[in-house]
Each structure stands twice: as structure tokens, then as C-alpha cells.
């Protein structure tokens, strides 16, 4: 009888416990673990405490909150200040070529991996925050954006031939906000799904409305995966920089490859893109793709985005029907 008087008396005493400290039932969502969590800082990282946050597990968007401090991204911009030129891009067929585009209008610069001792440790950290090692990523570029200036939506992943010449595909993409924004400047992901809490009211541009978006805030970085993990492209990852309103933003990008980025006078090393997934079925007779890149830009949203390219229509068929599934302008096409 003792045992079992003894027994009750625990249970009373835990449901009591319970009663006088419900924190489970208290806590904030954002404050589970595996959603929003504090990390220390290993060494060589400046033992920076910061914050990881959930922003979109499909596709895979996070953010680091204070991962960078005020001296080091006041650091960072006085550094770049005087090398920096009009911002580039890098064409999607052919070799990969860099080019000025209206696409994009920031100015910009790339620091060499580790260039200095606040770059450095930078990079340690970022290493930490997302487990991918220092190696694997670009030296640091800096952006700067000014009024009406924008970066218009685009993929970080390599289309063309020689992306995988050194290091395989880009992984995974780093943005740091060096600056707040007075007003737009907001990263936006349109094929990712607008929060309830992201609003024109709650101070975000009409150009972030399309789709997720993050306001700079100095300090904070995105982190952002440009393939699944079955080694295909997420078209969630396409992204852009809204149009500076109002003041300027800084920010500076860290892309990381699937494998050791060769830089410095290192051999680069060319990486094979393996992709699991299952093989699709034999094309019908006559069907078929005119450009390579049509499998990587179907899965990336473009034959619903680029119809008229991609697909064509009844008379004219595109370039990539077996990719975007519609062999049946296949016949259509043959007979003109």
C-alpha cells in the first residue's frame, strides 16, 4: 500500500509542476528548437552569438540574425568603397560569359577568399552557420544598390556548359545586409509562398509582394539552397533585389559549390552533377529538346515562365517540348 501511496504522490507532484510552470504551452513557435535557436561561435569565428530562423523549409530559405556586427560590416563596405565597378552577369547558354545587363544595375566588387583577417573570420562563421566548408565557397562580393537600383529576379544555380569547371554547381547562397534600407531594397523569393505577416501595411514595396521577402536590416544574412536534395535545381530558389526606393543598401554575397572551389592559383577541378531522380520515359519519335539546358530550365519554372520560347505553340513548336512535356505540338510542328 506504501508503494502505491507513493506512487500517487508523484503523479500529484508532477501534475502540480505542470500547473506552476506550463512553459511548454507558453513558449513562442518561433522559439522551438529546430525552428529558431541560438549557436555559439567555434573559434576563428569571433565568437559571434547569433540566431537561426526558419523562413521557408520549401524551398529551404533561413535567416541569420546578427550574424555579422556593425564593425565588421562598416568594415567590409569601407574596403570595397573604392573597387567598385558596374555589376555583371553571366549569360545561360553558350560559356557562361560575364556581361552588363539592365537586369542588373547595382555596383559591385569580389574580395579574394580570406583577404583579410575581418574577412576571414567572416567566412569562419559562415562556414559554421551552414555547415559547408570555407573551401567550398567564392570570395566575398559586395553590392551596392541606390535609388531605383535592383538585381531582377534570376537563379544563382549555373546553366551553361562550363558552370561545373571548378568546384560542380553553386549549392547554396549567402546574402548580408551591411546596411538597414529607408525604404524597398527587400530580397524577394516569387516562387515562394507570401507569409500571412508580409503585407503592403507592414512596410514591404509593391515589387516584394511577388513573393516571399526579407527586409535588410544590418547585421542579418539569408541563407537560401539553389538545389534539392536530390541534386536537382529548386525553382523556389529563384530570387531578386527589389528597387531601392529610398537610401542605399549594402550587401554582400557568398555563393558555395557542391565541391572545392579552386582559387589563388589552385587547379580547378571540374565536378559531375548527379542528379537522383528516376529517369523520365522514352521520348516519342520526333520529340525532342533543341538546346541541353531545357531539362535544368523546365525545372526551374520555365516553361510556364518563358511559354513562348520554351513550348511555342500549334505551327511553331519551342525549344524544349520533350522538357516541358508537350510532345503533343510535336506533330503540329513536323507537318509545317
Known amino acids: ?126 562556414s559554421e552557420a551552414t555547415m559547408i566548408p570555407v573551401g567550398h565557397g567564392e570570395g566575398i562580393q559586395v553590392l551596392r544598390y541606390e535609388n531605383g537600383q535592383e538585381y531582377k529576379p534570376h537563379f544563382d544555380y549555373f546553366f551553361h556548359e562550363a558552370g561545373t569547371d571548378n568546384g560542380g554547381n553553386r549549392l547554396a547562397t549567402v546574402l548580408m545586409y551591411l546596411s538597414d ?66 537610401g542605399t543598401k549594402w550587401a554582400a554575397t557568398k555563393w558555395y559549390h557542391v565541391a572545392h572551389y579552386a582559387m589563388d592559383g589552385e587547379i580547378p577541378k571540374s565536378v559531375k552533377h548527379v542528379v537522383f531522380k528516376a529517369p523520365r520515359p522514352p521520348a516519342p519519335p520526333g520529340c525532342k529538346d533543341t538546346q541541353k539546358a531545357c531539362s535544368d530550365w523546365a525545372d526551374g519554372g520555365e516553361c510556364d515562365n518563358n511559354p513562348g520560347f520554351m513550348v511555342g505553340q500549334k505551327g511553331q513548336a519551342g525549344a524544349c517540348l520533350y522538357s516541358c512535356n508537350r510532345c503533343d505540338l510535336m506533330d503540329a510542328a513536323m507537318a509545317t
Not at 514591404?204 to 534539392?228: H, I, N, Q, T
Request: with cysteine.
Open 1 to 126: 500500500m506504501l508503494g502505491v501511496h507513493f506512487r500517487h504522490a508523484l503523479l500529484m507532484a508532477a501534475a502540480l509542476a505542470m500547473l506552476v510552470h506550463p512553459a511548454w504551452s507558453k513558449r513562442d513557435e518561433d522559439n522551438l528548437i529546430g525552428w529558431s535557436e541560438d549557436y555559439n561561435a567555434a573559434p576563428g569565428t569571433g565568437n559571434r552569438l547569433g540566431r537561426m530562423k526558419v523562413l521557408s523549409w520549401s524551398p529551404r530559405i533561413f535567416l541569420l540574425q546578427n550574424v555579422l556586427t556593425d564593425d565588421e560590416c562598416d568594415h567590409i563596405i569601407k574596403a570595397a568603397t573604392p573597387r567598385l565597378e558596374r555589376s555583371g552577369v553571366v549569360e545561360v547558354e553558350g560559356r557562361g560569359r560575364d556581361g552588363v545587363s539592365d537586369v542588373r544595375t547595382s555596383y559591385g566588387m569580389f574580395f579574394d577568399r580570406k583577404e583579410d583577417p575581418v574577412l576571414a573570420r567572416v567566412e569562419n562563421r559562415l
Open 181 to 246: 534600407v529607408e525604404e524597398g531594397g527587400e530580397t524577394v523569393f516569387p516562387n515562394a509562398a507570401v507569409p500571412a505577416s508580409q503585407s503592403r501595411e507592414a512596410g514591404y514595396s509593391e515589387c516584394a509582394m511577388a513573393g516571399l521577402a526579407y527586409r535588410p536590416r544590418k547585421g542579418d544574412a539569408v541563407v537560401f539552397w539553389s538545389l534539392r536534395t536530390d541534386g536537382t535545381l529548386d525553382a523556389g530558389a529563384l530570387h531578386g533585389s527589389c528597387p531601392v526606393t529610398k
